[in-house]
């Protein structure tokens, strides 16, 4: 049963910092690639970072290149999104999803997600 689980969200600062996470189960995160894409009211899903299978490549929307860092964890079978620097334009709920383009580019042609994360952050 393929299911992905986002955690880690909350509140934070501008400045501040959130480490999010994926629980996958139902396949390895080494055989897949992994995307985080956010959603706000209003407004269509955008992508944010995804990585490949066998980690090949990583990849961020230029919004938040240089502050967030995805991860993985095969052993745990986990990804991870570390969110450095928050702004309150970051504000959404944040999805993890298989890429079925495996990080060769954002798209919104991910597989399976389930349910997100509320991150919000304050000026």
């Known amino acids: 049963d393929v299911q992905l689980q986002a955690s880690g969200g909350g509140l934070a600062e501008a400045g501040g910092s959130l480490r999010l996470s994926c629980r996958v189960t139902?396949?390895?995160?080494?055989?897949?690639?992994i995307g985080w894409f956010r959603r706000v009211p209003g407004k269509e899903r955008e992508g944010v970072s995804c990585?490949?299978?066998?980690?090949?490549?990583?990849r961020y929307v230029s919004s938040v290149e240089g502050r967030f860092i995805i991860s993985r964890d095969v052993a745990k079978n986990m990804v991870y999104l570390q969110m450095n620097n928050l702004q309150p334009e970051d504000t959404a709920v944040y999805h993890c999803?298989?890429?079925?383009?495996?990080?060769?580019?954002?798209?919104?042609?991910?597989?399976?997600w389930g349910p997100g994360t509320q991150v919000t952050v304050s000026s």
């Open positions: 139902g396949f390895t995160v080494d055989d897949y690639g």
């Open positions: 999803a298989t890429d079925v383009l495996d990080c060769r580019g954002f798209h919104n042609s991910y597989g399976s």
């Open positions: 990585i490949s299978e066998r980690d090949i490549r990583r």
